[in-house]
């Protein structure tokens, strides 16, 4: 949901800039910009598009200077276009912004510039803050900034340059990420560590209501009242993402690495019950998420209901959630579950709750994120950098990590005796090389793909456990290849949703739970009698009904119950995959969305 860099330095910003933006296009891929300030004056160049046509651009029109900001953009206010593309420079020229969030004032704050007879040219929030900036700089660029951002309601991460003060970026967060990475003789700012790493291996978080002014020598961080705050350095690993080495996608790559990331998942798995009292009186528990993640929540709360069924459990969509008037005190746990652990639905709600008095721990993929900072534990999922906007290897490793979860807070709670949990967590150590067996079917899931991708409209069919894999697996070819599609606990679909099924309609079943396999039959013969093609997911291949019911059979391998979502969603994870492929969509970055979504 746009990403912000920033470098000052002794090189020519413009490179790195863009390397940087490359990095940070997976949060937004509409339009991207960039704004140099060259010695005398500050310059922008902007363009609707990917980050290559800001490069084709920056050929005709080329910039030069050594600091620098850029920006890749998802729209909210505006459309994609070059106008609407940041950086906004102000009015005298005199700033240049980058803004990452929202500003909800922003109207109010036009119409009063516009009264001062200062001009707009863009259809955005954003484009407030550089006139504002610029309406109260009278001699300190930091002064005004400060005095700009105590006027923002909203959500902001900002980079600014002025002409005022050459050399420096101004670095401002309030509820979106922001990260300084400290080099030699240089210093950058972005919105992500990933887009550092390969600059340098040392940053400095910035936390709520910072403004950082970096040089290329120097960082200082003050609070928005100008009183100043210390500067904490943390290392990170500079393990790179870029590159997608042999395949033709990240996309293709990730679910290639589902094994070794189940495997560094369960490794890395690290009980949060050090104080067993602390945990004992928790009565109520929400998983909340967006998405993949809010998917992996709901089959982290089926399990946990499965192993303890006295506790309240509930699974929610972090939006709803806000919003709503659930019950939360000192007995309530919520898990919030999130790759990025930069989601503004869930870290809104992550406050929420903190507020009301509730105990929160996350299960999160990037260890230096706001996610990961806000909640009182975490639980890393491991699964290494994500890149595809489209989650895979990090829902599987979600799921891991609930399910460890859940059977470790079942043997606090003594549902669970030393040997039969032993037994569950011997179980999940198969579970990469279960995974890998599974990957094996890619090529059968590649060819019937390539059968299957001019359907309109594809179903997803699942009871109990595999009914959440059936959301995830929809909602996966939604997302990268445009098909129309649904899933559906297979019992609710003859309450008015069979009335779709007809010649040419594709299900595909998800049959793993053994105590709802003659319900999942009856289920499926109901949409074959109406005209379905029906392709199952399941590790009874060999029972004659499903056998007989199905058109096509995706036989995966065994696992304990409680274990098949791990299993099971990677056949759906590869047909969405391939039928995008066969579509000719761009798979990484399907139209319209973000990886990061950092707007609420
Ligand atoms: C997954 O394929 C989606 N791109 C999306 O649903 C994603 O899972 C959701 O936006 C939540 O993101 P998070 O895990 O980073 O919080």
Redesign the pocket.
């Known amino acids: 949901m746009c990403g912000i860099i920033g470098y000052t330095g002794k090189k020519q910003a413009t490179e790195i800039i863009i390397k940087g933006l490359k990095s940070l296009e997976y949060r937004g891929y509409d339009s991207s910009g960039i704004a140099v300030f060259d010695g005398e004056n500050i310059q922008a160049v902007k363009k609707e598009g990917r980050i290559v046509c800001l490069e084709k651009e920056l050929e005709t029109n080329p910039l030069s200077g050594n600091t620098a900001i850029g920006h890749t953009r998802w729209a909210t206010h505006g459309k994609p276009s070059d106008s609407n593309a940041h950086p906004f420079v102000s009015t005298a020229h005199k700033f240049a912004v980058v803004h990452n969030g929202i500003i909800e004032n922003y109207l109010e704050i036009k119409e009063y510039l516009q009264a001062r007879n200062i001009h707009f040219y863009s259809q955005t929030d954003s484009e407030v803050v550089a006139h504002l900036i610029e309406y109260l700089y009278i001699g300190d660029v930091k002064d005004a900034i400060l005095s700009a951002v105590r006027r923002l309601r909203g959500s902001f991460a900002l980079g600014v340059i002025s002409s005022a003060e050459p050399g420096i970026i101004f670095a401002v967060k309030k509820d979106n990420p922001l990260i300084i990475g400290k080099g030699e003789n240089e210093n950058y700012i972005s919105s992500d560590i990933t887009s550092l790493q390969k600059f340098t291996g040392s940053v400095v978080v910035l936390k709520n209501y910072q403004l950082a002014k970096v040089t290329a020598s120097d960082i200082e961080l003050c609070d928005f009242d100008g009183c100043e705050q210390s500067v904490e350095t943390v290392d990170v690993s500079r393990e790179l993402a870029d590159d997608t080495h042999d395949f033709e996608s990240f996309m293709e790559k990730e679910i290639r690495e589902i094994p070794a990331a189940l495997t560094r998942a369960l490794k890395g798995y690290v009980s949060p019950f050090g104080e067993a009292e602390y945990w004992q009186g928790i009565n109520r528990i929400y998983f909340i998420?967006?998405?993949?993640?809010?998917h992996a929540g709901m089959v982290g709360k089926r399990i946990l209901k499965k192993l303890l069924p006295e506790l309240n459990l509930f699974a929610e969509m972090a939006s709803e959630f806000r919003y709503d008037d659930f019950h939360i005190d000192e007995h309530t746990l919520t898990i919030a579950?999130?790759?990025?652990?930069?989601?503004a639905d869930?870290l809104s709600c992550i406050r929420m709750v903190k507020e009301r008095g509730g105990k929160v721990l996350c299960v999160c993929n990037v260890p230096i994120s706001s996610i990961v900072f806000e909640s009182d534990f975490a639980l890393f999922t491991n699964a290494g950098p994500e890149v595809a906007?489209?989650?895979t290897k990090?829902y599987n490793c979600q799921l891991a990590v609930l399910t460890m979860f859940a059977l470790d807070f079942a043997r606090l709670k003594g549902a669970l005796t030393k040997q039969q949990f032993e037994g569950f967590m011997a179980d999940m150590g198969h579970l990469p090389e279960k995974a890998e067996e599974t990957l094996k079917l890619n090529e059968f899931i590649s060819d019937f793909s390539s059968w299957n991708y001019t359907r309109k409209s594809v179903f997803y069919l699942g009871r109990g456990l595999d009914y959440y894999v059936a959301m995830e697996g929809s909602?996966?070819l939604k997302?990268i290849s445009y098909i129309q599609s649904e899933a559906y606990a297979a019992g609710e679909l003859k309450h008015g949703t069979l009335a779709l099924i007809e010649d040419g309609v594709l299900v595909m079943a998800l049959v793993t739970q053994r105590d709802l396999l003659d319900k999942m039959h009856s289920s499926l013969i109901e949409v074959k009698s109406r005209g379905a093609t029906i392709i199952t997911i399941t590790p009874f291949g060999d029972n004659a009904a499903i056998k007989d019911v199905s058109d096509y059979i995706i036989p995966i391998p065994n696992v304990t119950d409680i274990l098949y979502p791990v299993i099971s969603v990677i056949p759906t994870q590869l047909f969405s995959y391939y039928i995008a492929r066969a579509k000719g969509c761009d798979i990484d970055k399907p139209r319209n969305?973000a990886?990061?979504?950092t707007v609420e």
């Open positions: 998420g967006c998405g993949t993640a809010l579950v999130s790759q990025s652990g930069e989601t869930t906007v489209a989650s990090a909602l996966k997302e969305l990886k990061s979504v």
